[in-house]
């Protein structure tokens, strides 16, 4: 199976940070993990990914457990601008063939 | 989601009707890919190309045909339209090379009802 497992919802404070996590307990040696998000049902946008190392970007962070069977992206201060839904990917470096799950509905509050 | 463009953004269609959703990008990626995205779900991958004159299909991608004459476009299309294809469509496409891993940039999605 070369889908992810997330919660469904999660909620969040403005200006705390927000910390999604997913299991990919079966992800094999080349395949990366991505996060995208996908706001108002807008094309989804990408927000980072990594294969082994922990990322960072001006977006958010990538957390990436040793084993690589989980990780966790870290929006550092989120805003109401980020309520989402939050999509952790697994996906080879080819062909742009990416497995989406359901994802995380993220909702940031006042 | 700069550089790929997806028209129309809005399409009914009746039962039987055929019709094609148009891709265009201008990053010069090789790789592009067709997606449906039902209510309350993730994307599904229809078809996708490696390059001009190559295409394969994903994971649901009966009633859909593809081609890939070139390598800026990639159009989808629906031969006999059905209900059941009502649906949010997103074309996609990437660089797909090098060891990094790839972003794929999306356009903004097609919405389409069969009636």
């Known amino acids: 199976d070369a889908k992810t497992t997330q919660p469904p919802s999660m909620d969040c404070a403005e200006g705390r940070a927000a910390n999604l996590p997913c299991n990919h307990s079966?992800?094999?040696?080349?395949?990366?993990v991505y996060w995208y998000r996908q706001i108002h049902s807008q094309g989804p946008q990408y927000i980072i990914h990594?294969?082994?190392n922990n990322e960072t970007n001006e977006m958010a962070s990538l957390i990436i457990t040793e084993d690589r069977k989980s990780s966790t992206l870290i929006l550092p201060h989120a805003t109401l601008r980020d309520t989402a839904v939050y999509y952790c990917?697994?996906?080879?470096?080819?062909?742009?063939?990416?497995?989406f799950g359901q994802g995380t509905i993220l909702t940031v509050h006042p | 989601n700069a550089g790929v463009t997806q028209t129309p953004k809005f399409q009914v269609l009746k039962t039987g009707q055929s019709m094609t959703l148009q891709c265009a990008q201008d990053m010069n990626h090789e790789y592009m890919s067709w997606y449906r995205q039902d209510p309350g779900m993730g994307l599904r991958l229809i078809h996708y190309?490696?390059?001009?004159?190559?295409?394969d299909q994903g994971e649901v991608p009966n009633g859909y045909n593809v081609s890939r004459s070139t390598t800026e476009d990639f159009p989808l299309r629906l031969l006999s339209a059905a209900p059941s294809q009502t649906s949010v469509y997103f074309c996609a496409s990437t660089s797909g090379v090098g060891a990094s891993g790839n972003t794929i940039y999306f356009g903004e999605g097609s919405w389409l009802t069969v009636v």
């Open positions: 990917i697994r996906g080879g470096t080819s062909y742009g063939k990416l497995t």
């Open positions: 190309s490696v390059g001009a004159g190559i295409t």
């Open positions: 990594g294969l082994k």
């Open positions: 079966t992800i094999s040696g080349n395949e990366y």
